[in-house]
């Protein structure tokens, strides 16, 4: 039979088949071989024997948290307790643009910053609307669930920023543990330690602890350049130019005439190791 790994508990995987969950364990070659299954991965296994034997070729696959198969990511991003930060989110957004899975920005805790404070965070979400980014808030359900339809779906972003509240408001049936952010540390305290994949508005989703790979020395400057979408509409003479100290680089033209918003440079220099070149 084929089916889905939907959870993994132990030496135990949950696998779900035909509207029914089979817990399975694993052939011994997948251990001699370092085979690792992963929540998400599509397997061929045996109902009979509870036996999982054949793990199926994947979209993509994560390694913190362990899962696989991703069609999208709603980060989840909390303007206070813990702090809004442009860092951690292009963080995850390049993340996510590595893995081909589709970003979603979910902005958490509106109601806890004043207006004035709204107003300077609103035009920095603008400029990621208009790259090209989906912009939702948490109260905004029904177009939450909307763009749950046909996706297997991850939530993640900062410990504490809302993530299983908001899951708890889609399907208040899951009844995921929730935590408070530490007042002492300025972070949540991890609440979800098991990822678990639901079905629910005809789709998937996943809860998962977070993403706390995010270091980025597996990865080239290319590819991490390449993980900047906004760059591509800037092309620049030189073909494998990394939009640092090359001259007449276009990238860079387009954060000095305010086209690319400077943070997200910075950031950019930040991620590869490179200097800061940006020049008012």
Not at 124 to 139: A, S
Not at 179 to 185: C, K, N, Y
């Amino acid at each position: 039979m084929r089916g889905q790994i939907v959870k993994i508990h132990s030496d135990l995987h949950f696998v779900q088949a035909e509207n029914t969950v089979f817990p399975c364990k694993c052939r011994g070659i997948f251990r001699k071989e370092k085979i690792l299954p992963l929540v998400g991965d599509f397997v061929e296994f045996s109902a009979e024997k509870n036996l999982i034997e054949k793990i199926l070729p994947r979209k993509n696959e994560f390694s913190r948290p362990k899962v696989s198969n991703i069609d999208q990511a709603f980060l989840i991003t909390s303007l206070v307790s813990p702090d809004f930060s442009l860092n951690l989110l292009d963080k995850l957004l390049v993340l996510m643009e590595l893995h081909s899975v589709r970003p979603i920005i979910c902005i958490t805790k509106r109601d806890l910053i004043s207006d004035d404070v709204y107003e300077m965070i609103d035009k920095q979400l603008d400029y990621y609307q208009k790259i090209g980014y989906t912009v939702v808030f948490n109260t905004e359900l029904d177009k939450i669930k909307q763009l749950l339809k046909g996706k297997t779906s991850v939530f993640t972003g900062q410990t504490g920023a809302g993530k299983s509240t908001l899951l708890n408001k889609l399907k208040p049936d899951w009844h995921l543990e929730t935590g408070e952010v530490s007042v002492a540390l300025g972070r949540g305290k991890h609440t979800t330690r098991v990822v678990t994949l639901y079905e629910a508005f005809d789709g998937k989703v996943m809860d998962t602890p977070g993403f706390s790979a995010l270091d980025f020395n597996q990865y080239s400057k290319e590819d991490i350049r390449d993980g900047f979408i906004e760059f591509r509409s800037y092309p620049c003479p030189f073909k494998d130019c990394l939009h640092t100290k090359e001259v007449e680089c276009e990238v860079k033209k387009a954060v000095r005439d305010n086209n690319i918003m400077k943070s997200r440079y910075l950031n950019y220099l930040s991620f590869i190791g490179g200097d800061n070149c940006y020049e008012d």
